[in-house]
């Protein structure tokens, strides 16, 4: 099974700052790397996938990138409606793992 | 518009037995191939199976294989989870999502239903 770690735990960013968040695997995943937005009592949202491919409808504050064993998502100017739980998830076989999840909050 | 509608869930007890029901509409369900992920309270995702567009390939979590039963119903755009043996490290929420795939290739879990949360308890 491939261990996904994301750090930090909790990032406490003000609006309008950029927030970057790392997701690494305990081994190579190419570029077959998911990230997902989850807020409150809601199901998560797919924003990222290949590592650096926004999904249909993300806006362009949202990137990714990385390869292999680390990658990061970077929220380049985060707005209220930003704040949320994010995580990773590898899809580099048929046994999907994600990472425990990073909670960015209002600082 | 894509809707995945989840029905099922509620309180039982250790031992007990529970049917989760993802029902698809907007999409051509029997295309996709379709996944049960859970959350338990204040934790992060964890995958809990997957089946194959018609349903002849069917993977499990360690944590619920011989106990959770995955099944598809393509003429009823549904999907299934029978999960029998329940203990009490099962209490989450449960979702069910769609795997995309772009150029044959996987690309994550694009839809997902609304979740319906499992309680195993005394």
């Known amino acids: 099974e491939i261990v996904m770690t994301q750090s930090p735990a909790t990032l406490s960013v003000s609006p309008g700052e950029r927030a970057t968040l790392s997701c690494r695997a305990s081994?190579?995943?190419?570029?077959?790397l998911a990230w997902y937005q989850q807020k409150p009592g809601q199901a998560p949202r797919l924003l990222i996938y290949g590592a650096s491919t926004r999904a249909t409808g993300i806006p362009a504050r949202f990137s990714g990138s990385g390869s292999g064993t680390e990658f990061t998502l970077t929220i380049s100017s985060l707005q209220s409606k930003d704040f949320a739980v994010y995580h990773c998830q590898q899809y580099n076989n048929w046994l999907l793992t994600f990472g425990g999840g990073t909670k960015v909050e209002i600082k | 518009e894509v809707q995945l509608v989840q029905s099922g869930g509620g309180l039982v007890q250790p031992g007990g037995s529970l049917r989760l029901s993802c029902g698809g509409s907007g999409f051509t369900f029997s295309s996709f191939e379709m996944n049960w992920v859970r959350q338990a309270p204040g934790k992060g995702l964890e995958w809990v199976s997957y089946i194959s567009s018609t349903g002849s390939i069917i993977y499990y979590a360690d944590s619920v294989k011989g106990r959770f039963t995955t099944s598809r119903d393509n003429a009823k755009n549904s999907l299934f989870l029978q999960m029998n043996s329940l203990r009490a490290e099962d209490t989450a929420v449960y979702y069910c999502?769609?795997?995309?795939?772009?150029?044959?290739?996987?690309?994550?879990?694009?839809?997902w239903g609304q979740g319906t949360l499992v309680t195993v308890s005394s």
């Open positions: 081994q190579s995943v190419g570029s077959n």
């Open positions: 999502a769609r795997e995309a795939r772009m150029f044959g290739g996987v690309i994550g879990l694009d839809n």
